[in-house]
């Protein structure tokens, strides 16, 4: 059995329908891990902005979060991005369009915001350098998912190749 396997993956045009994706996936799998090591852009302008300016509207951004249009003074228009469980607003997300915010932002991702001296978010992290390090970690984790997704899918196809051999 090991023998045939072993033919099986010398030539590649020889290969079954299942080597040809198992060998594909794995080498892709290995790409994508690679890619989590390397060609992340560091920021190295810690600046964190502070403004004042009108909520514009609030739209939903993703399945964790929103997206705040924010009319600020300095800033102009603004989109920022804040957690669900960050924001915490009494009457819902639409409460807050029309009213005047205080807020600081990274990037686009909103530090601090407060209506009336009132805090409304919660500062999911606390200096600029932990929200580039949180950044840079979710886009390695997203090439370390579809590695292992690749290689799943490599185990699949060498069970294909397996249950083929033994048939045979």
Not at 80 to 89: E, T
Not at 125 to 136: A, H, I, S, V, Y
Request: with cysteine; hydrophobic share 45%; net charge positive.
């Amino acid at each position: 059995m090991l023998r045939k396997l072993i033919e099986a993956f010398v030539g590649f045009s020889g290969f079954s329908l299942a080597a040809r994706a198992a060998w594909v996936s794995f080498v892709l799998g290995v790409v994508m891990y690679g890619l989590s090591f390397f060609g992340h852009d560091v920021e190295q302008n810690y600046t964190v902005h502070k403004d004042v300016g009108v909520v514009e509207r609030v739209s939903l951004g993703s399945s964790s979060g929103y997206i705040l249009y924010v009319s600020g003074e300095s800033s102009g228009l603004i989109g920022l991005y804040v957690r669900k469980g960050a924001l915490a607003i009494e009457g819902g997300k639409k409460s807050i369009v029309g009213r005047r915010i205080s807020f600081e932002y990274y990037r686009k991702n909103l530090l601090d915001c407060s209506v009336g001296g009132v805090f409304l978010c919660e500062r999911k992290c606390q200096t600029p350098r932990d929200c580039e390090l949180k950044m840079m970690q979710g886009s390695r984790d997203v090439f370390r998912v579809m590695a292992a997704t690749l290689w799943g899918v490599f185990a699949l196809c060498l069970g294909c190749i397996f249950l083929g051999l033994r048939r045979n």
